[in-house]
């Protein structure tokens, strides 16, 4: 079965960065377009990054563009969110998530993705 395994979330100061990862396992990784989404407690969760699945298209949301940067290993069936310049409001669960299709529109909306991971909570002090 599919499987996604987030690790690299802690605690940081404002300012600081973090390099999330996500393995995954169960399905033919060069397939799949992967993306991430945060939830913060209270609120709806949301995209912050997508990649293609050869790496040759990224889309972020505009809260992170800039600052956050997504990649993957094909090699090690992995993506990562490398994470810059961290903001209180960038606080949350990171979750990672694959699809097969996606369009412009759905690589941006929690239902345009069919499995997901368990998440890594990312926690910033100012």
């Known amino acids: 079965q599919v499987q996604l395994v987030e690790s690299g979330g802690g605690l940081v100061q404002a300012g600081g960065s973090l390099r999330l990862s996500c393995a995954a396992s169960?399905?033919?990784?060069?397939?799949?377009?992967m993306g991430w989404f945060r939830q913060a407690p209270g609120l709806e969760r949301e995209f912050v990054a997508a990649?293609?699945?050869?790496?040759?298209?990224?889309y972020y949301s505009d809260s992170v563009k800039g600052r956050f940067t997504i990649s993957r290993d094909n090699a090690k069936n992995t993506v990562y969110l490398q994470m810059n310049s961290l903001k209180p409001e960038d606080a949350a669960v990171y979750y990672c998530?694959?699809?097969?299709?996606?369009?412009?529109?759905?690589?941006?909306?929690?239902?345009?993705?069919?499995?997901w991971g368990q998440g890594t909570q990312v926690t910033v002090s100012s």
């Open positions: 990649l293609s699945w050869n790496g040759g298209n990224t």
């Open positions: 169960g399905l033919t990784f060069t397939y799949y377009l």
């Open positions: 998530a694959v699809t097969r299709r996606a369009t412009a529109l759905s690589l941006r909306r929690r239902d345009g993705y069919n499995y």
